[in-house]
Antibody, heavy 120, light 111 residues
């Protein structure tokens, strides 16, 4: 059974750096074609893709957020970490991680999401 | 403003058929990139509904179907049920942004 779970702070202050961890089970990020993406959703708004890391350590970022994002993986711990610098109240959202295997090219299993508020 | 355009809302009575459109451009859907559809029930995480334009993951009822033509794609739901009331999102890849992109979402109301 494939599962993913996001963890991180519920509240951060403006200008701080957010660090989120996606811990998964049921698959390995060292398997050919496996990928993990981060997506966020502000309250009552649409989904926004943020970043992706592939089995071969290739990394891809949203053009508009590229300068603020860093994605990395720890294959031995089955974890993917996303950091976002210089947080702003507009970054308040639910953050999801999702598996996206090349065989489907879609995000086929999602975590439950973690809600992050940015406020002083 | 989303790169992929969806109607904000659609509605239908139980048993009816509804369609949700997803309009893109020549840098995403029109360039041949796959379109995927997700269902988000209230207060829950999105769930994959259709992948690679027309394919249903295991467990998704055949009442849900996808199609793609030119720079657009559509999700059709037949035999509407109350449990289908949710937000629906399309997703593809855009080569001018070098990024995955989502539509703005469509809220389905079952009357």
């Amino acid at each position: 059974q494939v599962t993913l779970k996001e963890s991180g702070p519920a509240l951060v202050k403006p200008t701080q750096t957010l660090t989120l961890t996606c811990t998964f089970s049921g698959f390995s990020l060292s398997t050919w074609g496996m990928r993990v993406s981060w997506i966020r959703q502000p309250p009552t708004k649409a989904l926004e893709w943020l970043a992706r890391i592939d089995w071969n350590d290739d990394k891809f970022y949203s053009t508009s957020l590229k300068t603020r994002l860093t994605i990395s993986k720890d294959t031995s711990k089955n974890q993917v970490v996303l950091t976002m610098t210089n947080m702003d109240p507009v970054d308040t959202a639910t953050y999801y991680c999702a598996r996206s295997p090349m065989t489907k090219n879609a995000m086929d299993v999602w975590g439950q999401g973690t809600t992050v508020a940015v406020s002083s | 403003q989303s790169v992929l355009t969806q109607p904000p809302s659609v509605s239908g009575a139980p048993g009816q058929r509804v369609t949700i459109s997803c309009t893109g451009s020549n840098s995403n859907i029109g360039a041949g990139y796959d379109v995927h559809w997700y269902q988000q029930l209230p207060g829950t995480a999105p769930k994959l509904l259709i992948y690679a334009n027309t394919n249903r993951p295991s467990g998704v009822p055949d009442r849900f179907s996808g199609s793609k033509s030119g720079t657009s794609a559509s999700l059709a739901i037949t035999g509407l049920q109350a449990e289908d009331e949710a937000d629906y999102y399309c997703q593809s890849y855009d080569n001018s942004l070098s990024a995955s992109v989502f539509g703005g979402g469509t809220k389905l109301t079952v009357l």
